[in-house]
């Protein structure tokens, strides 16, 4: 069965600090991916995604990700977050089934808490 | 424009009701799908609808339903509620399934569903 994980449940970061936010998934076929983003009180939010072609995406506010279909990952980066990235990170993917329909099989999330 | 719009906010119900929970997509969009979100876990899916007919089913029991309108609107609705119905509902809308993946699904605010 198709599933996405993420590896940190809970991450907290000093302001300007690096970020990066594993994600691995179980899929064999084509498949696109995507991070979303839930800001306190607000909803999901696309962040990136990764249909095909370079596999350095990059997305909204200074975020990232990176697919290497070898190892099933697509992990998100930062190089320096801010007290506004306060917020519940989501991976992901997009797997075609069969009947033409496509589904998003999300990871549990990662909540990242950034101290000023 | 205006994004996805659920109604309603929050909702509380008692074992045994019946719920229905609405959605808007954005203008254009033909496909709606539904997710649960449990506290503390990413979205589940449980319904895709495609020009007015189910597309794709999740591992939800047949107490729950949907469907969709000819403006492309849709309307979950959950029988006999339990105590573990008790989640965030959320809509998706995107342009439609077709035969590829590469369809980006744009999330409402949700609903808060308490069942008591």
């Known amino acids: 069965a198709q599933s996405v994980s993420q590896h940190n449940h809970h991450v907290i970061l000093s302001e300007a600090a690096s970020l990066e936010l594993g994600c691995n998934y179980s899929?064999?076929?084509?498949?696109?991916l995507f991070w979303y983003v839930q800001y306190p009180g607000q909803h999901l939010q696309l962040l990136l995604k990764?249909?095909?072609?370079?596999?350095l995406v990059k997305g909204i506010k200074g975020f990232e990700a990176e697919f290497i279909k070898s190892k099933f990952s697509f992990n998100l980066r930062k190089p320096s977050v801010q007290w506004s990235d306060t917020a519940e990170y989501f991976c992901?993917?997009?797997?075609?089934?069969?009947?033409?329909?496509?589904?998003?099989?999300f990871g549990a999330g990662t909540r990242l808490a950034v101290h000023p | 424009d205006a994004g996805v719009t659920q109604s309603p906010t929050h909702l509380i119900k008692t074992r045994g009701q019946q719920v229905t929970l609405r959605c808007s997509p954005i203008?254009?969009?033909?496909?709606v799908s539904w997710y649960q979100q449990v506290l503390g876990q990413g979205p589940q899916f449980i319904f895709q609808?495609?020009?007015?007919?189910e597309r794709g089913r999740g591992n939800f029991p047949d107490r729950f339903s949907a469907r969709q309108f000819p403006n492309y609107s849709s309307e979950l609705n959950v029988n006999a509620l339990l105590l573990g119905d008790s989640a965030l509902y959320l809509c998706?809308?995107?342009w439609g399934t077709g035969t590829g993946t590469r369809d980006t699904q744009y999330f409402g605010p949700g609903t808060r569903l308490t069942v008591l």
């Open positions: 990764y249909f095909s072609g370079d596999p």
């Open positions: 899929y064999g076929g084509t498949v696109n």
């Open positions: 998706a809308s995107s």
């Open positions: 203008s254009g969009h033909k496909s």
């Open positions: 609808y495609y020009e007015k007919e």
């Open positions: 992901a993917v997009n797997a075609q089934v069969s009947g033409g329909y496509n589904k998003l099989i």
